[in-house]
């Protein structure tokens, strides 16, 4: 069974930046998008950005221009780079590399953005 693990995440102040990584512990067959959501307290867990195989990367309006979504398939890693983060961007951030048959899920790494 592959493991996903999020590492990257903790505290930072309103208009800084922070990179979450993304580790698959092995190669995933039939890849076909590696993603990112979220949830904060209270709300619904909610896309933040989504790299599809082979295609353009789409991302919620809430972030675009300030999140960037990449994907290393030879190391089995994904990324977030977050710049410019606003308090509204504090939440649990889970990754998932989809496959065709099944999702891989991490357990989620806190973001915090405060002062």
């Known amino acids: 069974q592959v493991q996903v693990v999020e590492s990257g995440g903790g505290l930072v102040q309103p208009g800084g930046s922070l990179r979450l990584s993304c580790a698959a512990s092995?190669?995933?067959?039939?890849?076909?998008?590696m993603g990112w959501y979220r949830q904060a307290p209270g709300k619904e867990r909610e896309l933040v950005a989504t790299?599809?195989?082979?295609?353009?990367?789409n991302y919620a309006d809430s972030v675009k221009g300030r999140f960037t979504i990449s994907r290393d398939d030879a190391k089995n890693t994904g990324y977030l780079q977050m710049s410019g983060l606003k308090p509204e961007d504090t939440a649990v951030y889970y990754c998932?590399?989809?496959?065709?048959?099944?999702?891989?899920w991490g357990q989620g790494i806190q973001v915090t953005v405060s002062s």
């Open positions: 092995g190669s995933i067959f039939g890849l076909r998008a």
């Open positions: 790299a599809p195989t082979g295609g353009a990367a």
């Open positions: 998932v590399f989809r496959s065709w048959t099944f999702d891989f």
